[in-house]
């Protein structure tokens, strides 16, 4: 009996450790989607996943190159920047619209602030909201006025940048 017992424990064992420290699979989805799904995920800064999934992109404000993820499909809008562990200070999300609204931005899921930017369709800065915190969840943030464009950056940065209302990004 206590010899079958110590092989179970020891199968056990063996799994755990397999699983957890070697990178065999198991089902966390959270932690390693399906590769169905992983088109509309936020990955930029997951560094086992390859650019080449990525729609990463570079644009320039207040003379200042940003490389941005951008995401223009209801799933990756939706899902943002939430389990994001960490943003560079030149890092972002670029959520792009097929139309003019007071397009809402949300922190559900999200680990860190960030600071919220949005542009009209001439990519001008028409208001933003700085330091907006996971807590603030579920509350939505919208601008006062119809916006094209949604940047997400580390909190911070706009400040730091002396991003105004007018700044126009390429």
């Given at each position: 009996?206590?010899?079958?017992?110590?092989?179970?424990?020891?199968?056990?064992?063996?799994?755990?450790?397999?699983?957890?420290?070697?990178?065999?699979?198991?089902?966390?989805?959270?932690v390693y989607p399906?590769?169905?799904?992983?088109?509309?995920?936020?990955?930029?800064?997951?560094?086992?996943?390859?650019?080449?999934?990525?729609?990463?992109?570079?644009?320039?404000?207040?003379?200042?190159?940003?490389?941005?993820?951008?995401?223009?499909?209801?799933?990756?809008?939706?899902?943002?920047?939430?389990?994001?562990?960490?943003?560079?200070?030149?890092?972002?999300?670029?959520?792009?619209?097929?139309?003019?609204?007071?397009?809402?931005?949300?922190?559900?899921?999200m680990l860190i602030?960030?600071?919220?930017?949005?542009?009209?369709?001439?990519?001008?800065?028409?208001?933003?909201?700085?330091?907006?915190?996971?807590?603030?969840?579920?509350?939505?943030?919208?601008?006062?006025?119809?916006?094209?464009?949604?940047?997400?950056?580390k909190a911070g940065?706009?400040?730091?940048?002396?991003?105004?209302?007018?700044?126009?990004?390429?």
């Amino acid at each position: 009996m206590n010899n079958i017992l110590v092989i179970i424990l020891l199968l056990i064992a063996i799994v755990f450790v397999g699983t957890r420290f070697f990178g065999l699979p198991y089902t966390d989805e959270a932690v390693y989607p399906k590769k169905e799904d992983t088109n509309d995920m936020m990955y930029t800064f997951v560094p086992d996943v390859g650019l080449e999934d990525l729609n990463m992109q570079t644009l320039v404000l207040v003379g200042e190159t940003f490389t941005v993820r951008v995401v223009d499909t209801n799933a990756s809008r939706a899902r943002g920047l939430s389990g994001t562990p960490a943003l560079l200070s030149r890092d972002g999300m670029l959520f792009v619209f097929d139309t003019d609204a007071r397009h809402g931005i949300w922190m559900k899921d999200m680990l860190i602030p960030i600071d919220i930017l949005w542009f009209d369709s001439n990519k001008k800065l028409i208001e933003y909201r700085e330091d907006v915190v996971p807590e603030t969840y579920p509350e939505v943030f919208r601008p006062r006025a119809n916006a094209r464009y949604v940047l997400e950056l580390k909190a911070g940065v706009r400040k730091e940048l002396r991003i105004q209302q007018g700044s126009v990004f390429e």
